[in-house]
């Protein structure tokens, strides 16, 4: 449903680049980095080497296949100056998220790292309606993690006010809102449908007390019945970003108002798919692994970043006039999807059955176990104040429907656990809802 009209393009000379012309830039801007990072990072130069391969084999984008991969393992293994390509002088700033041990996983930034960075966001802001008269409220959280500064940089290269809350505080940031006059929220989507809940339950009707246009929703994976959710709640157009530390931050993919993919922004990465298994590079439109190579980063560039992340590219054209391809919906991660009785089942799969469902609350917990050697699926789910009061059948036949509907989507039964209103932790940041019991 869309709300605005008004279609604005922050950079139009980048953003709508004829793609024959795109892909010139792109290969121009491979084969500078793939130089820089030979030249500079240990790492990078032994692994081309290991393949036989020298700068001057990487001349044009179809190259891109050759070069080694990079995994987060890496920048672990690394930790924490050895992947950066730029002299300890020319970093400005850190960013970081939490990896996989205790170590987290930092980022260099050169000054035009941090510039390129706010002009990959301000595009986003841009592509939500978002202006220099605009109220931009940043609920995301601020420090390493590169959600609130992110939108921050990018709000305030359009020129917007932006109010810096960070995240949590949930009663302080509804009152915010309303009193500043908030147009656009960025928040994760979870804490976005936890605002609009507080803020109906509160009595507020949006359209008298809010002036809320649109929200920037990323850091975690959500579905098309959420997003309606949050539009309807808050009476707003709500829009999904993407990114990572490893690349940038958040902004290196966005939606437009088609709200039909997000644009990546081409002339600072180039986006592959692969097959998670051999490896391979698959043509647009295929379902895959995502796959990033930074070509403008100067403090930690990455070569062929492994995601992990589950999505597909389109490049037929866009609506809106931008030409950059558009990634889907992430639709899972490589290593966060359950193997259950040998069926993939990622929780985004699950969360689409149950918003379809009247009477449970999108919030829901899945647990796995292995009985008798054989594994069982549990999903928790919340059921709504309305249904909670209903009797005994009512809830076996609410039981019913959701193991029936589950069944017909993911291919197993799942036992399901209806829970009062409100048990379900809510988070203020990533959602947690896998617990695997299993000891595999
Ligand atoms: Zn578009």
């Known amino acids: 449903m869309a ?8 950079n139009k000379a980048a953003e709508c680049m004829d793609r024959e012309q795109l892909r010139e830039l792109q290969s121009e801007r491979l084969r500078a980095v793939v130089q820089r990072e030979y030249e500079n990072v240990p790492m990078y130069r032994e692994r081309m080497q290991a393949k036989g391969l020298t700068p001057f084999d990487i001349r044009t984008v179809d190259d891109l296949r050759y070069l080694p991969f990079t995994e987060k393992t890496d920048l672990r293994d690394q930790y924490p100056y050895g992947l ?38 301000a595009r986003a802001v841009t592509a939500a309606g978002g202006t220099n008269e605009s109220i931009i409220q940043v609920t995301y959280g601020y420090g390493l993690f590169t959600g609130g500064l992110g939108l921050h940089q990018g709000a305030s290269k359009v020129g917007a006010q932006v109010i810096p809350m960070s995240s949590g505080n949930t009663a302080r940031q509804l009152m915010m809102m309303e009193d500043l006059g908030t147009n656009i929220l960025c928040c994760t989507p979870s804490y976005a449908l936890f605002l609009g809940e507080t803020l109906r339950e509160n009595g507020v009707n949006p359209k008298e007390r809010l002036q809320m246009k649109a929200g920037i929703f990323g850091a975690e994976p959500w579905t098309e019945e959420m997003r309606q959710r949050i539009e309807e709640l808050f009476e707003i157009d709500a829009l999904d970003i993407y990114g ?10 966005f939606e437009c108002l088609e709200k039909h993919g997000m644009h990546v922004n081409e002339d600072h990465v180039i986006p592959e798919i692969i097959d998670p298994v051999t490896e391979e590079p698959l043509p647009y439109g295929s379902k895959g692994e995502l796959v990033f190579t930074t070509i403008t980063k100067e403090g930690m560039p990455m070569l062929r970043y492994r995601t992990h992340d589950i999505c597909q590219l389109d490049a037929t054209p866009c609506a809106c006039g931008r030409t950059f391809v558009r990634m889907a919906r992430i639709t899972g991660r490589t290593d966060d999807m359950l193997i259950i009785r040998g069926v993939n089942v990622f929780p985004s799969q699950i969360e689409s059955v149950l918003v379809n469902v009247k009477g449970v609350a999108p919030h829901y917990m899945l647990v796995v176990d292995r009985v008798n050697a054989t594994d069982q ?44 209103p409100k048990t379900i932790p809510r988070s203020e940041g990533k959602a947690k809802r896998i617990v695997d019991n299993r000891k595999l």
């Open 244 to 253: 990572l530390t490893e690349i940038a931050g958040p902004g290196v993919a």
């Open 3 to 10: 709300r605005q009209t008004e279609r604005r393009i922050w």
């Open 84 to 121: 950066f390509a730029a002299p300890r002088q020319e970093i400005v700033r850190i960013q970081g998220s939490s990896g996989t041990t205790g170590k987290p996983i930092v980022a260099g930034y050169t000054a035009r790292d941090i510039e390129n960075w706010s002009e990959m966001v």
């Open 377 to 420: 699926l549990e999903v928790q789910v919340e059921v709504t104040e309305e249904a909670f009061s209903d009797t005994v059948s009512g809830m076996e036949r609410l039981t019913r429907e959701i193991q029936e509907k589950l069944k017909s989507v993911i291919g197993l039964s799942a036992r399901i656990k209806l829970v009062a």
